[in-house]
């Protein structure tokens, strides 16, 4: 049985090697990536606040969740060594990052900040 943060909303991408230049880099809108694991309790407390923010931000912004487990390139390469870790991308370019769990109104305001 799959646990709840197994399964994104219709609004979250999980993102892969595969689909980090897509869904990120080339992302015409800013984009929030949230670095997780299944195991990590701070990274389920983060999940439903990124669940919320992917919905307040629909249409003006991404929401995006990278399974450091499966995808440990893109851990190393962005050097993620805890977690959660949450960065803002914008054309590209990390615009702001945070480390541990924070309230939605910490991440609203890291994601606003890309406009």
Same mark, same amino acid.
């Given at each position: 049985m799959k646990g709840v943060m197994d399964m994104a909303s219709d609004q979250i991408i999980n993102v892969t090697t595969d689909t980090f230049d897509h869904e990120v880099l080339k992302s015409e809108i800013?984009?929030?990536v949230d @670095?997780? %694991?299944p195991w990590c309790g701070p990274c389920r407390m983060v999940g439903p606040i990124m669940e919320e923010l992917a919905a307040d931000f629909a249409g003006k912004a991404k929401v995006c &969740?990278?399974?450091v487990d499966e995808?440990? #390139?893109l851990a190393a390469q962005f050097?993620?060594?805890t977690i959660p870790t949450v960065c803002v991308f914008k054309n590209g370019e990390i615009v #702001? &990052?945070?480390i541990g %769990? &924070?309230?939605k109104e910490d991440f609203s305001a890291m994601l606003g900040? %890309? @406009?």
């Open positions: 800013p984009v929030m @670095f997780w %694991a &969740k990278i399974n995808e440990q #390139d050097r993620v060594m #702001d &990052k945070s %769990a &924070k309230s900040g %890309a @406009f």
